[in-house]
């Protein structure tokens, strides 16, 4: 658990950052490319593929295209449509997309799972109640997309290193380069169709803020991460997902954005909040 805490203390920051110095100035194409493309070059001298099959290297490959390659396309897209405090909130529903595709693998299916999202949806909508607009609902939709794959990345690394005897005594850092070599697969797709060169970094604090994004919240962060995922049950996953939103939300309140309607946030974020509880609630009772 001290990985996912410590991690999340990095990560807490990296929201500012994109939605301050970087979003609307730097292409966000080219954020993702340089953001994983830093990450995969530190672990790439470590990696060791003797002994390894094919197939699994490949499947280490497509969670990292998941987890970090789609995931950053749909997040750093996200800071377009809606503020640091929303992409926050609206990522709420990483918990109960981790709890459903625990249940597919288990072939299991909890209908009142539902239930929680559609209230934290209600507790998303009312942050913004006054000017709901087709750019608010795109930038949550966008939101849901990064979630999504962010969720399915964690449940697939913990259930391949626990499937695959192969790789469960070999040091983590000797194989986690795939995981990013699949990220930087998506991402230099992405930017070569996408990606707008006349918006590159100018500033010093634009490139320090990338290296820092590459190196410490993707590089090292990512990895300590799912280091950490394989220690704890799905439980304690989902709960962690979580506990970065206040703290990503304190951070941006305190230091960026010390104007915002705090009463709007929390009241919505009460109603998103409770559905969280709830569907913990819930899972136990069924569980237990």
Same mark, same amino acid.
């Given at each position: ?11 807490? @920051? ?15 194409? @080219? ?11 530190? @672990? ?29 396309? @749909? ?214």
């Amino acid at each position: 658990m001290r990985y996912l805490f410590a991690v999340t203390i990095i990560w807490a @920051f990296s929201f500012s950052l994109i939605g301050v110095y970087l979003s609307g100035y730097v292409d966000a194409w @080219f954020s993702v490319l340089m953001r994983i493309g830093i990450a995969t070059l530190i @672990f790439l001298p470590f990696l060791k593929l003797k002994d390894i099959k094919t197939e699994t290297i490949l499947k280490l490959m497509a969670i990292g295209s998941v987890q970090l390659g789609l995931m950053y396309c @749909f997040y750093f897209q996200s800071f377009k449509y809606i503020t640091v405090p929303e992409v926050l909130l609206f990522s709420v529903l990483t918990p109960i997309y981790i709890t459903l595709l625990n249940d597919m693998l288990s072939k299991q299916f909890h209908k009142v799972h539902l239930l929680t999202a559609l209230i934290a949806v209600l507790g998303a909508a009312y942050i913004q109640y006054t000017s709901i607009s087709e750019q608010v609902f795109l930038g949550f939709m966008i939101t849901q997309g990064a979630n999504i794959c962010f969720a399915i990345g964690q449940v697939a690394y913990k259930y391949l290193l626990q499937s695959t005897p192969e790789i469960q005594k070999k040091p983590k850092h000797t194989i986690f380069g795939l995981f990013f070599i699949g990220a930087f697969i998506v991402a230099l797709i992405a930017f070569l169709i996408l990606g707008y060169t006349e918006k590159l970094p100018t500033t010093s604090v634009q490139w320090g803020i990338l290296v820092y994004l590459g190196a410490i919240a993707s590089g090292i962060g990512y990895f300590f991460w799912n280091k950490g995922v394989v220690k704890v049950n799905a439980g304690s996953l989902a709960i962690m997902n979580n506990a970065l939103i206040p703290l990503g939300l304190i951070v941006n309140l305190v230091i960026w954005n010390k104007e915002a309607d705090l009463i709007k946030i929390l009241i919505g974020g009460s109603f998103i909040f409770a559905s969280l509880a709830l569907n913990e609630y819930i899972t136990k009772g069924i569980r237990g």
